[in-house]
């Protein structure tokens, strides 16, 4: 037997910093589910609210972009109540603006549940606290203008649509919108404000990549006026709605349907339930896909982050997804109030980040390309226009207007 010294010793061997370890291939996984989506219409109690205090808010910066708003709304039978914090040098009637609002929603008749020109209105409006004004504002340049408060947002995109949004949100918006057109156009005489859709989609998820097969199943249920037969409501929404907005091959002889599946649907608006700004934040965004930091859009202004900074990840996750450095994109930032600078940034990519990115360089992409500072947000968005009456209903996300600059992809220096 040889002696201890004799034997060979174990080695480790250290590998230069240069040297990089060959990459495992990557196993394709594939999966196939179900998603849904809903979308809720003008009418609909929340939905009235955000969209008389994105109406507030509009006026006033019409009058004053620097206005600092924060305007809630709430809504039973017949009555309207805002309140919430405005410092504007505007002069708004704000009575007067809720009515118009709600006369453009399409309540103007006691029998719809609410009238617009007889509805009580109260106006609980103050200015905003100076703590937080000193804090985040009063005395700063553009550059130095902090969070309106703490929290965190996120932006969602996908490359399953043109525009980058879930197919199974993007319908139901699509139908909401619709809805509402054969309504206020008169061809469907018999539809009311009051109205919900929720779609469902069959998806196939490879190695993160959600591709839509089919439609699933298409819920709807509208508000209606007196006598409206059920065999009316069902082919009415069948083939003036539905086949004008979802594509023939997405249909097919298993797509299930339920048209008001309650049957009688009369009652609607805020006189079958209270309204509340800020309620359906998940319809505001993604449809449930992606992540929400639980602060809602409506009635707030630029420097309120909920808004500004969740409109500013929307554009990074977009453009990322646009500029082909991933098929999906989830963008997550924080705030802290008074800080200009986001706490943190986060990219998710579901693993389909480009072949030779990594989601940290992506986190480095957007550090370079996107100013997330609150006033430069404002500035870059656009956010002194009052253009928020057309973001409050059928979605913040994926409609390419020309007001909405979050939607527009920015050309990405790499």
């Known amino acids: 037997d040889r ?12 590998l230069p910093a240069t040297v990089r370890l060959p990459r495992l291939a990557k196993m394709a996984t594939e999966r196939t589910y179900l998603f849904t989506s809903e979308s809720v219409n003008e009418g609909h109690p929340d939905k009235f609210c955000d969209i008389v205090s994105d109406a507030i808010l509009d006026a006033c910066l019409k009058e004053d972009p620097d206005s600092k708003v924060a305007c809630e709304t709430c809504c039973k039978t017949n009555m309207c109540m805002v309140f919430g914090e405005i410092t504007t040098k505007a002069t708004v009637n704000y009575e007067s603006i809720v009515r118009e609002a709600i006369k453009g929603i399409g309540y103007d008749d006691i029998s719809k549940g609410f009238d617009y020109k007889h509805a009580e209105v109260i106006v609980g409006i103050e200015a905003q606290s100076p703590d937080i004004a000193q804090g985040v504002h009063v005395g700063k340049s553009a550059e130095e203008i902090g969070a309106g408060d703490q929290g965190l ?14 197919l199974s949100h993007l319908l139901a918006t699509k139908i909401g919108s619709k809805l509402t057109d ?10 009311c404000p009051d109205g919900k859709v929720q779609v469902t989609v069959e998806y196939k998820e490879i190695n993160g990549e959600t591709i839509p097969q089919r439609v699933h199943t298409i819920l709807i249920s509208t508000q209606h006026v007196e006598g409206t037969t059920q065999e009316q409501i069902e082919k009415d929404l069948k083939e003036k709605v539905i086949k004008t907005v979802v594509p ?22 805020p006189h079958g339930d209270a309204g509340l700004t800020g309620r359906k934040i998940i319809v505001d ?5 992606g992540g929400h930091g639980g602060g809602a859009f409506s009635g707030k202004d630029g420097t309120k982050v909920d808004r500004s900074a969740a409109y500013a990840m929307r554009w990074v996750a977009k453009s990322l997804v646009k500029a082909g450095l991933c098929k ?19 990219v998710e990519t579901y693993g389909t980040v480009k072949e030779g990115y990594t989601e940290e360089e992506l986190v480095e992409i957007v550090k370079k390309n996107f100013d997330l500072r609150p006033g430069m947000l404002i500035r870059d968005l656009n956010l002194k226009s009052p253009i928020f009456s057309k973001t409050s209903c059928y979605g913040h996300f994926g409609r390419e207007l020309p007001e909405f600059v979050w939607e527009q992809p920015k050309e990405l220096k790499l």
């Open 3 to 14: 002696p201890n010294s004799a034997r060979p010793q174990a080695t480790s061997r250290v």
């Open 153 to 166: 947002m996120f932006g969602y995109a996908t490359n399953e649509t043109e525009e980058c949004m879930p």
């Open 182 to 191: 054969v309504r206020k156009s008169g061809e469907l005489p018999w539809v």
């Open 248 to 269: 023939e091959n997405l249909l097919d002889e298993k797509t299930k349907y339920f048209l008001n599946p309650s049957g009688r649907f009369v009652i609607g608006g």
């Open 285 to 289: 965004s993604y449809g449930g896909w």
């Open 328 to 346: 999906r994109a989830l963008v997550q930032c924080a705030y802290g109030i008074g800080i200009p600078e986001p706490i943190s940034i986060h």
